[in-house]
């Protein structure tokens, strides 16, 4: 038996475990105080009390699962070499709360753009997210990241703004569940060979 075959041996006995566990726990020992019941219940609230707090954190919550989305952009005035852009998790997309964030939280992705207008920011999942880049990173003129993806049958991106104060240059977006009809070219706007 090889280590792949031995190590889903193990997930499958594991898994038998765990459905005797919970079979085991019907109303009934739940009364009598069954030591199983007790501790799924506790793992049980335990897990919740992780979720309820990690969605009340300031700096967002990212939860990867799939679909995911393939997320591009372009800056619309060019950065200095070795400029990079961060993209952050956001809990509102407004530009308070994207500020926050920028100045509060760890981002999630640091990318060097290496002198092209272009950036990808890669498969993203379902979120509220904040593209940024410092106002430092560009010269006289101030350039925004603008951030677009190819319509997509499960999810798409739409772009709340793009805009900045005098140290940062933001672009908050969300990528929910895709539109039918006629909202299927949400957010293609920016990408370049769809303008004119």
């Known amino acids: 038996m090889g280590p792949a075959n031995s190590i889903n041996a193990w997930k499958g006995a594991y898994l038998i475990f765990a459905l005797l566990l919970i079979v085991s726990c019907s109303p009934a020992s739940l009364k009598e105080g069954s030591k199983a019941c007790e501790l799924i219940e506790n793992i049980s609230t335990a897990y919740e009390s992780y979720l309820e707090s990690a969605r009340a954190n300031p700096c967002g919550f990212l939860q990867v699962r799939e679909p995911l989305l393939e997320v591009s952009g372009f800056l619309t ?96 977006f969300e990528i929910g569940e895709a539109m039918t009809g006629a909202a299927e070219t949400v957010g293609t706007q920016g990408e370049p060979n769809a303008i004119g």
């Open 77 to 172: 005035a060019p950065a200095h070499p070795g400029a990079e852009i961060h993209l952050f998790i956001t809990p509102e997309l407004s530009f308070n709360s994207s500020i926050y964030v920028v100045e509060n939280c760890p981002p999630i992705l640091r990318k060097s753009l290496n002198g092209s207008l272009d950036f990808h920011l890669g498969p993203l999942p379902k979120g509220k997210y904040v593209a940024m880049l410092a106002r430092t990173a560009f010269g006289e003129t101030r350039g925004f990241p603008i951030v677009w993806a190819r319509p997509d049958s499960n999810l798409s991106l739409k772009q709340s703004f793009h805009g900045g104060d005098g140290r940062y240059s933001i672009a908050p």
